[in-house]
């Protein structure tokens, strides 16, 4: 069964403190979709995100990776750092910051996986790196440094550098946020163009528009709780659910009206 | 000037005394700050039963004045059975002051490190021991060029402390030409200037390599 879902969650709890963040997420992210989370600030889009690369460890519930439990087993027995890669392994992730690293050319920090994590020559590792910048159409930047790049070039740069791994699924968390309005169109084209080759992609967004016309499949979380889930394209022609109704309603103001009837 | 013959006749001395000046100021950097990285790391990395302790004699370090720690090492190390000789005594003080300093500043760089990078690095697939050593150590390094410098030219000038302990450095040698010609004040003028160019000339080596360095600040 879960060997045909990308990703399953299952009654997935996560605190801080005495405060419970994430309160029992189910959820299916299927293989080949593109599955956008939105929500209201602090409703734990972020958090949701982190727990599928185990950036955050869940406390409670169960993820599973292609078939693999991620971090703990059923029994909640903590897995082997090892085995915890392995399954990690399965998943790329973009941050809102980019996070490339600026000691590295945009080559080298495409590289970087290819070289020390699967031990290719570095020739091979390069040519492998390179052909990633030229998909994100980055090729006549690849021996630049992150401080000399833009925003947006930085953002297509991490994405290769995620991609480089040949990973299954691409996490992104607000892909975009961080960028002068002028340059997000940029990083939403490659975005859109990974879609289109089949690439399984969990988007935390505020891009309404991008979710709309992009996502297979939209989950949106409230408080901690994933308060409505469907076809992109259901939900945002019905926008029934109050709280969502009113989450968008904050977007009429910013333009993406043509989503509301 | 009668001083002349006597200056020639000291110059041997104070040459000696600025070799080994210099001789004691890299020895005790260079010591300084691998004592002072493996410190950060063990205090960063480490459990807290090495932390706690660390935290403890760093403390102690940089809240007691240098002269006094070079006493208490040279005069009363031989209470519990340390007894070097001047130089020893005066380099392993040195590191050691050095240390318990550049420690600080490492540390400072390692947690000045934005957590993503790492993040990144474990998305990627890295191990821990590549993450030190691809990305945590070479963005430290850049965050802690400046407090580095500074703390080079710290340790030059306290060199100079040495002297009291009969270290036969630069300070020891001109000094102790000084008062056998009657002339504390020339003497004083001449340490003032060769320090004070040697400073000079490390701030500047500093800034050079800043600028060199300056596409790899984090944008
Ligand atoms: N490291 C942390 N320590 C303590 N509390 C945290 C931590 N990270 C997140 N939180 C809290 O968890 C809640 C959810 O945060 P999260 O970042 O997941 O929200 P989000 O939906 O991504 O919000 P935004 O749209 O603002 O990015 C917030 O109340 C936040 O304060
Ligand atoms: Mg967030």
Known sequence: MSDTLAITLRGVVKRYGSNTVLRGI?????????????????????????????????DAGLIRVAGDPLGFDAARNRLPQTEIARVRRNIGM?????????????????????RQVLRLPKRQAQERAMAHLTRVGLADRASYYPSQLSGG???????????AMDPKI???????????????????????????????????????????????????????????????????????????????E???????????? | MSDFSALREAMPEIVDGLWLTLAMWLAASALGLVLGLAIALARRFGPVWVDRPLWAVVGVIRGTPFLV????????GPFIGLELDPTPAGLGGLALYGAAYFSEI??????????????????????????????????????????SVNMFVVLLKETAVL????VPELTMAVTGFGSANFAFSQAALVLAIVYWTLTELTGGLGRLLERRLDRFKLA
Not at chain 1, 33 to 56: D, H, N, Y
Not at chain 1, 98 to 104: G, V
Not at chain 1, 153 to 163: D, K, T
């Open chain 1, 26 to 58: 189910d959820l299916d992210i299927r293989h080949g979709e593109v599955t956008c989370l939105i929500g209201p600030s602090g409703s734990g889009k972020s958090t949701l995100l982190r727990c599928m690369a185990f950036l955050e460890e869940h």
């Open chain 1, 94 to 114: 973009v941050f809102q910051q980019f996070n490339l690293w600026p000691h590295m050319t945009a080559l080298g920090n495409v590289a970087e996986g290819l």
């Open chain 1, 153 to 163: 070039q930085q953002q297509r740069v991490a994405i290769a550098r995620a991609l």
């Open chain 1, 170 to 248: 691409v996490l992104f968390d607000e892909p975009t946020s961080s960028l002068d309005p002028e340059l997000t169109g940029e990083v939403l084209n490659v975005m859109r163009s990974l879609a289109d080759d089949g690439m399984t992609m969990v988007v935390v967004t505020h891009e309404i528009g991008f979710a709309a016309h992009v996502a297979q499949h939209l989950v949106f979380l409230d408080e901690g709780q994933v308060a409505l889930e469907g076809r992109a394209g259901d939900v945002f022609a019905q926008p029934w659910h109050p709280r969502l109704r009113q989450f968008l």
């Open chain 1, 250 to 261: 904050t977007y009429l103001d910013r333009g993406a009206s043509v989503l509301l009837g």
């Open chain 2, 69 to 76: 720690q070079i006493f208490l090492l040279y005069y009363g």
């Open chain 2, 106 to 147: 490492l540390r400072g760089g390692l947690l000045a490190i934005p957590p993503g990078h790492v993040e990144a690095g474990m998305c990627i697939g890295l191990s821990r021991l590549q993450i030190v050593r691809r990305i945590m150590l070479p963005e430290m390094t850049l965050l802690v060029l400046p407090a």
């Open chain 2, 163 to 166: 002297s009291i302990i009969t």
